[in-house]
């Protein structure tokens, strides 16, 4: 069982991601961060609480987190993800109110609550997660691990950007925290480009129509939310439910310890992500190979589960 705090930015993946945890034994979710990236961290919040309410689970505290990254101004994402952040899928609003504690505070009282238990998944900008480093210097060694969705490593034919040619969107959004983050220590797994853009991995309306006529409130919210982004995309792209499933089977995909450089500032190679000659030092496990037919038959079984 992974005791798991999650900072995320629903976001339609994100959200996939927070339904496929839902119905996993094998991830037990203690508490949610949310931060600006795909959307306003007012609207990252909301959705959050409205996906967790939906699906029976406003007992798991939200914290809200950063409204920017560290020191340059939001460039969201809702051209991609709609008005609302997921797909305009009309989730009513939410009853619960936000955990007092800011997101940073909530990240490091966690972690020092259970040094060592705590795995943090991280599937959007690393503002948070930085925030919470420099608050408190020894939570990335209290950390079980870190299992982030981010980068384009250039490891397969995909690996390369989506928002610049050559950078993924949550470390691009916030270079400087995702900079700090990759050089803090904490053991990271990180899922980028490389796999997530695989084909294999995407849904399309064909495997929607192995889940159409069930009747479940998870099956509902998540074929309204694939829905939105085959009509307007094409098809699904699993990011960040593909970091979520490091956790549920670690067969799905194959990792390479590297050492990375992470592209700071505001020139052309903004949030590279850029795999150097290995000193063994730093070294962190990137995703380099995916089963996207086993990931997708597992993503589909389990959110059919009552
Ligand atoms: O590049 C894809 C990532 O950026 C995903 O986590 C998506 O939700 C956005 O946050
Ligand atoms: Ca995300």
Redesign the pocket.
Known sequence: MNKVVWDM?P????ALALILALKSPEVRVVGITTVA??APVEMTSVNACRVLEYLGAANIPVARGAAHPLNRPLED?LSYHGSDGLGNCGLPMPLTSLHPLKAWDFLVRSVLDAPGEVTLVA???LTNVASAFKLQPKLPELLARLVL??GAYSLTPYGKG??TTFA???IWEDPEAAHMVFNSGVDIFAVG?DV?MDPSTCLSNQHLEQIRDRNTKAVRLAAQLVEYEVKYHGCC?M??PLALAVLLDDSLLDFTLAKVEVVKGNNWDRGITRILPSDNLQLIHVASAVDGHRFLKLFLSRILEE
């Open positions: 930015d976001g339609i993946d994100d990236g795909n994402a599937t959007g900008p969705m981010g989506n928002r993924e969107f949550n480009l997530t792209r990011h960040d």
